[in-house]
Structure formats: structure tokens, C-alpha cells
Nanobody, 125 residues
Framework: QVQLVESGGGLVQAGGSLRLSCAAS????????MGWLRQAPGQEREFVAA????????YYADSVKGRFTISRDNAKNTVYLQMNSLKPEDTAVYYC??????????????????WGQGTQVTVSS
């Protein structure tokens, strides 16, 4: 099993920045792609960003491209999401997720195998 613990959420004004962290523990050797997904009230969970096992490739939703940066430190088993130029529409619970398959980079929540508990990000206008 793999455990994921997020931190770094909070309340920020529009235009501000936050950095989310996700620490993995347990059978971390079994995970490959790690990603961030978010869920706003009344909406489905949506893909935000993902990074491959080596950290060499990153993927973003169009809505955050150019504003958010995902990275990972495999020595620390940690993935980060740097969020800049935040907008009120970025308000959501942000979830860290990990995938076992080495053959794809998932954008669908259903394809991720492990999940963190989520951290709230609120952007005020």
C-alpha cells in the first residue's frame, strides 16, 4: 500500500501563490505517475497536472498551463504543485494521486490507484 499526505493549502487572494506538497510513504517503489486533481463543490474531480516517475515529463490542464508547475523529488518521495496567479475559479479541494501503471499518464481520476485526503485551496476575489 501507498499513503499520500498533502499539505500547503489555505486561503489566498486572487493573484497570489500557494505551494502544495504531497509526501508518499509505504510501497513507493510501486508508483509511477503522480498527479494533482481538484474538485470544486458540485463538480466532478478534474485533472490539474501530472509528472512522470523520473520527473522528466509534465502535463497540465489547459486551465492552469503557464500558472501552475508540478515537480517531484524522488529522494524525498514528494511531489509539489506551485500555483501562481491564482484565480477564484481555482478554489477547490486539491488531491494528490499516484498511479501504478508505467505505461500511461492519467488524466482521469478513475485511473489513479492511490489518493491523499485532500487539501482545501480557497482563492478570494
Amino acid at each position: 500500500q501507498v499513503q499520500l499526505v498533502e499539505s500547503g493549502g489555505g486561503l489566498v487572494q486572487a493573484g497570489g501563490s500557494l505551494r502544495l506538497s504531497c509526501a508518499a510513504s509505504g510501497r513507493t517503489f510501486s508508483i509511477n505517475t503522480m498527479g494533482w486533481l481538484r474538485q470544486a463543490p458540485g463538480q466532478e474531480r478534474e485533472f490539474v497536472a501530472a509528472v512522470t516517475s523520473s520527473g522528466g515529463s509534465t502535463y497540465y490542464a489547459d486551465s492552469v498551463k503557464g500558472r501552475f508547475t508540478i515537480s517531484r523529488d524522488n529522494a524525498k518521495n514528494t511531489v509539489y504543485l506551485q500555483m501562481n496567479s491564482l484565480k477564484p475559479e481555482d478554489t477547490a479541494v486539491y488531491y494528490c494521486a499516484a498511479e501504478k501503471s508505467p505505461y500511461r499518464v492519467s488524466r482521469r481520476a478513475s485511473e489513479y490507484d492511490y489518493w491523499g485526503q485532500g487539501t482545501q485551496v480557497t482563492v478570494s476575489s
